[in-house]
């Protein structure tokens, strides 16, 4: 399962054309009583080199002494993570009384060997002032933005072939475990879905689904059925913020092996396809694909695959239509949602199937390049696979009705 974080944001007709203008030419003032932004930005500055060097005096350096144990606790939390980039980039600076400031920030990381764009995300920052000198005391997600791992405890790394398994509160063993599942996943994907990505994974294992939540900038009940989720901006390009796999520690934990293989597998194909994922694409695409390639060459029968479905075609309820992306919500039944996974994975088992596999793929890419959502299906379907859109449903529900019938 995929999750994209979106990010537009809304500014008020009035956002201070001024105050756009004054920091457009670096004049802009700071809150009466705060620091100079270009002071707060040098001392962010250090406090991100520091943790990228590790360079733990001039990382304490930078640190209130009364401040956050959580904030002083980073840097040997951060010991294991092989960091290649970590920077601040000050969005705001705002007084918060006598020698105290609170500064808005986004952090930017990246794995050193994974990533070739960032990780990034919102967050907020005190500061405090001693002898005419500013410190960081607290370090914190901003209201709604993602914890970071490292917030959460010491991070442990366990690196594979092709995957970087960072765990917190997790059991050595099982981080291997992970590092070997992604190990597999990573090839499968390869011999499915060719060319423009890393053929990398990072995958993080949090100690608890209330921590999982808070990686995911989200409750926990959200997640708690779910294995494990893809992070993610879709069709950003290879400068997109980077891919995180998360999983449910308590989720997958109680699946059998070959369904901790196929979750994981399912997830890496949202890491390799993020690319040429677009608003345009549709969830049962999507969906569909990473079960069609997680599910490719394990032998099962299409009952097997989509129990619920089948048991749904075989009492007379064949799907009139193919999913659509509400169906695909965690908060609804759970048989339905199962319902939807298997009509994606049919819908793509087709094609590969009746026009094959080089079709898929380019199917996946086609949809994904279309500029918007409307329409974008039915073109593609046309430029690739030479039928419309009501005939391809024709053949999808037929295709069912055959193998779950």
Known sequence: MAVQDGGAVRRTAAACLAALLL????????????????????????????????????????????????????????????????????????????GRATVRAELAHRIEGYDSGAATGDRVLDLTERDGR??????????????????QGEVRAVTGRHGLVLGVGQDPERLRRIAA????????VQAAWDGDWAGRVVVLVPATVDAMGGL??????????????????????????????VVNPEAYGSLSAFGRQFVLTHETVHVATRTRTSPATPVWLSEGFADWVADRGTGRTA??????LHRAVRAGRLPARLPEDGDFAFDGDPEALARAYGSGWLACELIADRWGEEELTAFYRAVGAQRRREGAVGRALGEVLGVTEAEFTRRWRAFVAERLG
Do not use: H, K, M, N
């Open 134 to 151: 500013w410190y960081v005391s607290g370090d914190r997600p901003a209201p709604g933005a993602p914890q970071q791992l490292w917030q």
């Open 216 to 245: 995911l900038g989200a409750p926990a009940d959200t997640y708690r059925g779910i294995a494990a989720v893809t992070t993610g901006r879709v069709g950003g390009g290879p400068a997109a913020p980077a891919d995180r796999v």
């Open 23 to 98: 920091a457009l030419t670096g004049c802009a003032e700071p809150a009466p009583g705060a620091p100079a932004r270009a002071e707060v930005q040098g001392l962010l500055d250090r406090y991100a080199r520091a943790l990228l060097d590790r360079d733990e005096p001039a990382y304490r350096g930078t640190l209130d002494p009364a401040g956050s144990p959580d904030t002083r606790a980073a840097f040997r939390r951060l010991a294991e993570v092989p960091l290649g980039t970590l920077r601040y980039r000050v969005t705001g600076v705002d007084p918060a009384g006598t």
């Open 303 to 308: 009952a097997e695959a989509a129990p619920e």
């Open 181 to 188: 599942e992604a190990d597999r996943a990573v090839p499968a």
